[in-house]
């Protein structure tokens, strides 16, 4: 009796991918569902699709479902792979040369709707589909260049720069949003008045605000939009770093890497002078942000500096083992390493700094005071010089450009006043930022009703503006809380 031999197959795996899908995912499903027809025709079961929907296959971007095919390739877990076409697999040779040894060193078969099954042992089969994909790299960069010419085009008009994804704060065709562009300009101002992104991201989640794809309301995704050029009204193109050597990239600074160009021709959400005085204010180093995301849950944390070393003190709860005690307590301390660093009970600490700011709100010549903290005859000194040295940038650009200008004169030139650019807006930052709660509080009749219903944010920025608080070591037997190890030095 002859014993019959069954052979078995891998099954298939289908790979679709395309460019840009306007149609949430029409396009790779319709491959699909072409691939799937073949693998019928050719007796292959699918065990699994790779999709990679709008990604290029020229841009050099990563692709996660090829990464996946290759993968699983390598590992024999398929042993033919199914595409639509060889343009779907690859535009780029580079790519498609290894792709093709891979399946030959593990004979997996490469089958195309369009295109047939591929003879990868045969050198002129091989040939003509290296030579295919020669083509779709050269058509690939063609067209990148004709997308890439049109879009300067756009910019030198100055037209509003349509995205596939929508740019909070406008509509599709470039017009303020109704109900977006309120809240992007409210939001300014409160940043501007030392309010932190991640209040503001509670707040909108809270009444129901989404993205322009949906999704909840960050910190970073709120930055993200309120930095882009175009909620300032400027047109731009950004530059990339891979375009420039390490040493080139380093030498550009951030107003560089935007790549401004003018301003565009559609009416700005927020006003170009509070932009920019909003984009120096989020990208200067000096500001402090919570690394974990969080905006301070403390009023004194950040803010009050350990006497024995200068660090900023910061809350957390502490257990002092008393009979009488059911909780943790909240405390003050340093996080700096060693002895001699001071520790404070937070709520009797807290209660004494509001009785003293408050006290000093109350006085007869604070609102004066407050109100002359706002120099605005600086601000509109600053703001005249900032657009002399806007105007020097422009008149040497002009220069290198008509060739009267060297490239390393102009470089130097350039970043001149680009320094000096930074500066400006840098104290421009520290005008608005400042200037904006103590002039608030400056118009209160009634300071201790503003303090009660005034956010977290606007206490600890006022604090800020108002005094430096230093907390001293105690003598080693101190029960209860001594203002006299508490040092404030008034700034106002």
Not at 442 to 458: K, Q, Y
Request: charged letters at 25%; a positive charge; hydrophobic letters at 35%.
């Amino acid at each position: 009796m002859t014993q019959k031999t069954t052979t078995t197959t891998l099954p298939a795996g289908i790979y679709v991918r395309i460019s840009l899908d306007k149609h949430d995912g029409a396009g790779v499903e319709r491959q699909e569902e072409m691939c799937r027809k073949l693998a019928a025709e050719h007796g292959l079961e699918v065990s699994r699709v790779y999709s990679d929907n709008s990604i290029s296959a020229y841009s050099g971007k990563t692709r996660p479902g090829f990464i996946d095919l290759v993968a699983d390739v390598k590992a024999r877990k398929i042993g033919a792979v199914l595409s639509f076409a060889p343009d779907r697999i690859s535009r780029n040779v580079s790519e498609y040369e290894p792709f093709k040894a891979t399946l030959k060193n593990t004979h997996c078969r490469l089958i195309y709707v369009n295109g047939g099954e591929q003879a990868l042992d045969d050198p002129n089969a091989d040939l003509i589909s290296t030579m295919l994909s020669s083509v779709s790299q050269w058509e690939s960069a063609i067209k990148s260049a004709r997308v890439a010419a049109a879009k300067a085009q756009h910019r030198r008009r100055g037209d509003y720069p349509t995205k596939p994804i929508r740019l909070f704060g406008y509509t599709h065709s470039g017009e303020p949003h109704p109900t977006e562009a309120p809240l992007v300009r409210d939001a300014a101002t409160r940043i501007l008045a030392g309010e932190s992104l991640n209040r503001i991201a509670r707040e909108w989640e809270d009444k129901g605000v989404t993205t322009t794809l949906g999704n909840r309301p960050t910190a970073q995704n709120i930055r993200k939009s309120m930095l882009s050029p175009t909620t300032g009204g400027f047109t731009h193109y950004e530059l990339k770093k891979k375009d420039y050597s390490p040493a080139e990239w380093e030498k550009l600074s951030a107003w560089d890497k935007l790549g401004i160009i003018g301003r565009g021709n559609w009416e700005p959400v927020l006003d170009p002078e509070v932009w920019q005085a909003l984009w120096a204010h989020l990208t200067n180093p000096a500001r402090k942000t919570n690394l974990v995301g969080s905006a301070p849950r403390h009023l004194l944390s950040g803010i009050a500096l350990c006497g024995h070393c200068g660090a900023p003190m910061y809350c957390r709860n502490k257990w002092y083992k008393k009979k009488t005690e059911t909780a943790p307590k909240r405390v003050y301390y340093c996080k700096e390493r060693g002895g001699g660093h001071p520790t404070r009970i937070a709520e009797p600490l807290e209660n004494y700094i509001t009785n003293l700011v408050l006290a000093r709100l109350s006085a007869s010549d604070i609102v004066d005071e407050l109100a002359a903290g706002v120099d605005t005859d600086r601000r509109a000194e600053l703001t005249t010089t900032r657009d002399m040295v806007r105007g020097r940038m422009a008149d040497l650009e002009q220069q290198a450009t008509l060739g009267n200008v060297g490239m390393d004169q102009f470089g130097r030139m350039n970043k001149a006043l680009t320094d000096q650019l930074e500066a400006i807006d840098a104290e421009l930052v520290e005008l608005a930022g400042a200037g904006g709660v103590l002039s608030e509080v400056a118009g209160v009749a009634d300071v201790r009703a503003w303090w009660v219903t005034a956010t977290l944010e606007l206490k600890r920025e006022l604090i800020r503006a108002l005094m430096t608080i230093t907390i001293e070591g105690t003598p080693p037997v101190q029960y209860k809380f001594n203002p006299e190890y508490v040092t404030v030095d008034w700034k106002v």
